[in-house]
């Protein structure tokens, strides 16, 4: 498909042998932990259900022995090239959860088997001693405790679609969906999470995080693009960007190979493409690792003939061929029922 290799990350409980405690009962205002309702219990059963989202609802009720009283849906997302516009793209981050009461999360990654780890959930003084990949995840449960979701603690599982090779941050979207998940489960039957209370909230406790991909995580529409205004208090609108709707493709091309090397390789992949008929080419944001990736709009009637130009050209000089990765302007993060 776009040779993009899917990774996972869970934070569950029961992680390494855990502690024994046992969830107890539910908060008051929290749903129900005990009841496999479509807000995500049964999922892990839907055969029409999201073969993503039945994995992590799966996932979750197999480290715990109960179903997730929620599951929820995060988008990547990317920045267009011009100052605060973002969108998100039809890729998922999804993150199942289900309310504690003994103060525990207990976290585990797919990614890092060896590195579980149960975490008493702190208010304040410095967190505890934690693996360097469950810092993050403690970070947004610790800021949305001390807000009030999830006091009591919280069993968790995260899933992403995309890894950091595919050149989208993947941060952001974990961030949100974790978030969304988690407020979800301690707020009343009926009522959503605050969206813009979360954004707050995220940006409060990762402020090295990009505060404009997590708006279009949480915001975004479907074939539309998000101005951010960068006056305080101003609010954001949406603008028409659908390249699908007017005969054109959107993707993005990621390059292989040593660190060093990227930016050069980048270059020239994008120089290649535009030999062959791209429109236009942009970076999709800073992230974790610049010079990696980058965004090409393209007439749909080029896109064979670009990826064969790219392709060619980084074979002809023995170079790892780039990725590519068709996006579709997605709309914002839901919850999965």
Do not use: K
Request: glycine share 12%; charged share 20%; aromatic share 4%.
């Amino acid at each position: 498909m776009t040779g993009a290799e899917p990774v996972g990350v869970a934070v569950r409980s029961g992680a390494g042998g855990g502690t024994g405690a046992e969830p107890g009962p539910t908060p008051a205002g929290a749903r129900g932990t005990g009841t496999a309702d479509r807000a995500g219990g049964d999922l892990a059963r839907r055969a029409t259900a999201d073969p993503l989202y039945r994995l992590v609802a799966y996932a979750l009720e197999a480290a715990h022995g109960r179903p997730p009283a929620a599951v929820w849906s995060a988008p990547y997302a990317f920045h267009l090239g011009s100052p605060g516009l973002v969108a998100a793209a039809g890729w998922p981050t999804a993150a199942a959860a289900a309310p504690r009461r003994d103060g525990l999360v207990r976290l585990s990654s797919l990614g890092h088997p060896a590195d579980s780890c149960d975490l008493p959930l702190t208010l304040s003084g410095p967190p505890p001693a934690a693996p360097a990949w469950a810092v993050r995840p403690y970070a947004v449960l610790r800021a949305l405790a001390r807000a009030g979701y999830g006091l009591g603690g919280t069993d968790l599982h995260v899933q992403g679609s995309l890894t950091g090779a595919a050149g989208l941050a993947t941060a952001e979207p974990s961030d949100c969906a974790v978030a969304l998940a988690v407020a979800d489960v301690h707020t009343a039957a009926g009522a959503r999470p605050d969206r813009e209370r979360l954004a707050r909230l995220l940006a409060g406790a990762l402020p090295d995080g990009d505060d404009g991909l997590r708006r279009a995580v949480l915001f975004a529409r479907a074939g539309r693009a998000l101005l951010l205004s960068a006056r305080p208090g101003r609010r954001r609108r949406h603008v028409a960007f659908d390249p699908a709707a007017s005969g054109a493709r959107l993707v993005l091309v990621a390059v292989r190979g040593e660190a060093a090397d990227r930016p050069r390789e980048l270059a020239r992949a994008v120089a290649c493409a535009r030999r062959a008929g791209a429109l236009s080419a942009w970076p999709p944001g800073p992230g974790p690792e610049p010079g990696r990736s980058v965004l090409v709009l393209l007439p749909a009637s080029r896109t064979a003939a670009v990826r064969a130009a790219v392709a060619e050209d980084f074979r002809d000089r023995g170079r790892p061929v780039p990725r590519f990765l068709n996006i579709a302007v997605a709309g914002a993060a839901r919850r999965e029922e």
